[in-house]
């Protein structure tokens, strides 16, 4: 039981990870990203190539991987930056789509639906797996509270709220778009690795485009424009599937329930409160 | 060879435009991409499936019915869901996102009710036939037919009938249509039916032709993404030019590269068209840059 517990609260740490830099990119940027897994597994299957293939230093990896997630996340944004609203979501989600189809299809590279087994962890023991990814979750939402009280943080807002008045004001505004792109990109670099060396198993099924939606939903469910709104909609959405478990359903059917419930939660919190559940920053 | 691929792309374009006309209309009048299309074909699909299967009747009346009940979901969406958002005056990305959850409830029933494998209508091959240089089956043949007369029937509505002209005066000009005494409400909601039928019927015509799965929602309405942007959103002729571009285009692709790189394909010509031409071949200029 409680190697199950640590287990799943690893997953929930990691999600943490993976939501909270889209939340910079959603709640404070306004931008609406669906391809968030894709840049999980990017950094996922990076860092499990580098590890194995080339028997690196696992912290080399781990800057590579962040290095070519970083690389593509300022390529891929500065393409999508300049669309706005539903066509940049569109855009997102067209590349999560293609990134998912070359995980699938590069099998030389990749090892396509097979993956990639024996993927070398930073730890061989489940208590300090579990230390060093709160560790790591813990660091990495303390940069981002520093962020975004900072005067960073405040030219995020500035965008988001009125395009056209932050460019009048002389703040360049691709740049700041792009840089809160990267972040995101960045830390979900950082939750794929960990969850590549926990499992040791990396394949593409983890980041298909319903991935992407799932971390989106996390955010728009936990709340947006708010740290404790990645970490409420991690806890809530990854433990509701956990606790399904527990009532025996045949497989099928709990995958169903999970996807039914998940929908449920996003058109409400569409229709009824986009800010999410702990956020501040309401669509409209 | 170039025969069978062409043949391929009339057939793969005249699914995809059943799905791509609602989909492009409902984009004309309420400026938001609709993803609950996807929910509407799997409605066809999977209502259809257990007509036919379970209750035995007419492939016919199995058609009808299924389409019918696409329609009324279609109907039903936009007096709850989107008549609530329209007037808090959500922007288009709540409706995207929304409409989202909505393809993933309607697949996640799909799963419940049906499983996740893949349901077959007909057991064993149709007959096929052999024209000039190409083969088609003949449920092929039975969809070539019904699609354009579908087609045909929805432009003469359109074009020639009150009915239609409202429809084009709304997808202009909401608020001018509305104090020139056009009711919108109720125009809507012809178009949300029409729009949802045809992708229903859509539905039911893949689950004869090929499988269903739950997959098949957000494929479907992923098609009429592509097919709209394309030919050009908001526009009825936009609609059917993309949907056969894009039906030839991955006829084509399919015969030159591997089969497992049609999505790819498909999606950077989504996204190239997105970038340089986001009005597509026939559409009118939109604001799509901030």
């Given amino acids: ?284 | 060879m170039a025969e069978q691929i062409l043949a391929n792309g009339l057939i793969t374009g005249s699914i995809y435009v059943l799905v791509t006309i609602g989909f492009s209309l409902t984009y004309s009048v309420g400026r938001f991409f609709d993803m609950s299309f996807g929910a509407h074909v799997l409605l066809g699909a999977y209502t259809s499936f257990v007509v036919f299967h379970e209750f035995n009747v007419h492939p016919v009346f199995a058609i009808i019915f299924a389409s019918f009940m696409a329609g009324l979901l279609g109907l039903t969406i936009e007096k709850t869901i989107f008549k609530t958002l329209k007037k808090r005056k959500a922007p288009p990305l709540v409706f995207f996102v929304a409409t989202l959850g909505i393809l993933i409830i309607a697949q996640a029933l799909a799963v419940i009710f049906f499983g996740s494998d893949s349901k077959v209508f007909h057991s064993g091959p149709y007959p096929s036939f052999s024209f000039f240089n190409f083969r088609l089956t003949s449920i092929q043949i039975v969809i070539c037919l019904i699609s354009p007369l579908f087609l045909i029937a929805f432009s003469l509505i359109f074009y020639k009938t009150d009915l239609g002209r409202r429809m084009r005066a709304i997808s202009d000009d909401r608020e001018l249509s509305n104090i020139m005494g056009i009711n919108v409400e109720r125009t809507m909601q012809y178009i949300f039916f029409s729009g949802a039928f045809l992708a229903g019927l859509a539905g039911v015509i893949i689950g004869f032709e090929s499988t269903v799965d739950p997959g098949l929602g957000l494929k479907a309405v992923l098609w009429a993404v592509v097919a709209s942007i394309i030919g050009g959103i908001g526009s009825l002729p936009g609609a059917i030019l993309g949907a056969y571009t894009l039906g030839f285009l991955e006829s084509l692709s399919t015969a030159v590269f591997p089969g497992e790189w049609k999505p790819v394909i498909v999606f950077l010509i989504l996204i190239a068209f997105l970038l340089f031409r986001a009005h597509g071949i026939l559409g009118v200029k939109i604001e799509k840059y901030e």
């Avoid at chain 1, 799943?8 to 897994?37: D, E, N, P, R, W």
């Avoid at chain 1, 299957?45 to 070519?68: E, I, Q, R, S």
């Avoid at chain 1, 969850?195 to 990396?202: C, D, E, M, N, Q």
């Avoid at chain 1, 045949?250 to 995958?255: D, K, L, Q, R, V």
């Fill in chain 1, 1 to 284: 039981m409680i190697a199950y517990l640590l287990h799943v609260s690893v997953i929930v740490a990691i999600y943490i990870i993976a939501a909270s830099g889209l939340g910079l990119m959603v709640g404070f940027t306004g931008l609406v990203s669906i391809m968030q897994g894709a840049f999980l597994g990017i950094g996922a299957y990076v860092y499990a190539l580098t590890a194995l293939k080339m028997g690196m230093p696992l912290v080399f990896c781990l800057l590579t991987a962040l290095m070519v997630t970083g690389l593509s996340g300022w390529l891929l944004g500065t393409i999508s930056i300049r669309l706005k609203g539903d066509y940049f979501a569109l855009v997102t989600f067209a590349l999560a789509v293609i990134l998912y189809n070359m995980f699938n299809n590069l099998i030389s590279i990749t090892g396509g639906p097979m993956g990639i087994s024996g993927v070398p962890g930073f730890f061989n023991s489940q208590s300090g797996f579990f230390l060093m990814t709160w560790g790591v979750t813990v660091l990495l939402l303390l940069i981002l509270k520093w962020f975004v009280t900072s005067p960073h943080g405040r030219l995020l807002k500035a965008v988001r709220e009125d395009e056209i008045l932050a460019a009048a004001m002389g703040k360049n505004v691709k740049k700041i778009k792009s840089m809160a792109f990267i972040l995101a990109a960045l830390y979900a670099c950082v939750a794929g690795v960990l969850y590549a060396s926990f499992i040791s198993y990396v394949d593409p099924s983890g980041f298909t485009p319903g991935e992407s939606i799932f971390i989106l939903a996390i955010i728009l469910i936990g709340g947006a424009e708010s740290i404790q709104g990645a970490i409420w909609g991690s806890i809530v959405l990854v433990a509701i599937p956990e606790i399904l478990r527990f009532f025996g359903l045949p497989g099928e059917i709990a995958a169903g329930l999970r996807q039914l419930i998940l929908g449920v939660f996003i058109v409400t919190i569409m229709v009824f409160r986009t800010r999410g559940v702990a956020g501040a920053y309401r669509l409209y």
